[in-house]
């Protein structure tokens, strides 16, 4: 029995084929096409997913993604992208894409893509996890407000006036193995650029600093930071999630 229909377009066979590979066997019905154009094929058959590289030599994966949605409005759209389109997959949110996934992606990546898909319980597990964690939580989708600097696991952005938030990547830290949990340092009244702020704690007791990436006076701390990362991880970390761990006016030094 088929767990749902989805069409891969991308021009590299090896994206293709394990594409297939991978999700074939999960119980889904995969079709894949080498070019945009064969975009026929959905006149045939009813995909539930569609996954498409953003570029292609025939037809820009932003095309597709067009004529998909115009077309074909209940069809799930993925932008399959190198780092290098970043900015062009984001623009694809606004036309209707779901989401974008960067390559190399490896097999249980892509299952998990799929299982979030389709799997209506877990669609509605992510929704109430967003809602609860709604103000601690920033997405690297988020166009209005990006994050401006980035470095090694910690990054800061302007949130309004004066104001600045300060955060941590809970998927890099996670990836690193540090992840277990966040201890800010006590009565922390200011953030110091280059100073420690605060520690991320493994498992097996290792520690590791979080360095600030600015001077600022400390407004709020995030005091549901712990809760949120749990949920965090319990979400897979599919997309990009930063947790912001201080609201700063930021000072200069002299």
């Known amino acids: 029995m088929s767990n749902g229909k989805i069409l891969v377009i991308d021009d590299e066979d090896i994206v293709l084929m394990s594409c297939h590979r991978a999700l074939t066997p999960e119980g889904y019905n995969v079709k894949t096409a080498k070019s945009g154009v064969r975009l026929k094929m959905l006149e045939n058959e009813t995909f539930n997913l569609a996954l498409i590289d953003v570029k292609m030599p025939d037809m ?15 069809v799930v759209v993925i932008i399959i992208t190198g780092y290098s389109a970043i900015a062009t997959a984001v623009s694809s949110i606004k036309l209707g894409a779901f989401d974008y996934i960067e390559k190399p992606f490896t097999p249980e990546f892509m299952i998990n893509v799929a299982k979030r898909i389709f799997n209506q319980r877990g669609w509605i597990l992510r929704k109430a996890f967003i809602d609860e964690f709604r103000n601690e939580i ?15 696991g910690t990054w800061a952005r302007q949130i309004r006036g004066e104001f600045w938030e300060v955060g941590c990547d809970v998927r890099y830290w996670l990836l690193a193995g540090q992840l277990a ?18 520690k991320i704690l493994s498992g097996t007791g290792q520690t590791e600093d979080l360095i600030s990436p600015m001077t600022g006076v400390v407004k709020e701390i995030n005091n549901q930071a712990n809760e949120a990362m749990s949920a965090l991880i319990r979400d897979n970390l599919s997309e990009g999630w930063l947790l912001w761990l201080a609201r700063i006016q930021p000072i200069v030094l002299t």
Do not use: C, Q
């Not at 820009?60 to 209940?74: Q, T």
């Open 60 to 74: 820009d994966g932003m095309e597709v993604l067009k004529k998909i949605k115009e077309r074909w409005p209940d």
């Open 138 to 152: 920033v997405s690297l989708r988020d166009t209005e407000n990006p994050v401006i600097f980035y470095k090694e």
């Open 181 to 198: 949990y966040i201890e800010l340092h006590e009565k922390i009244d200011m953030l110091v650029a280059g100073e420690s702020f605060g």
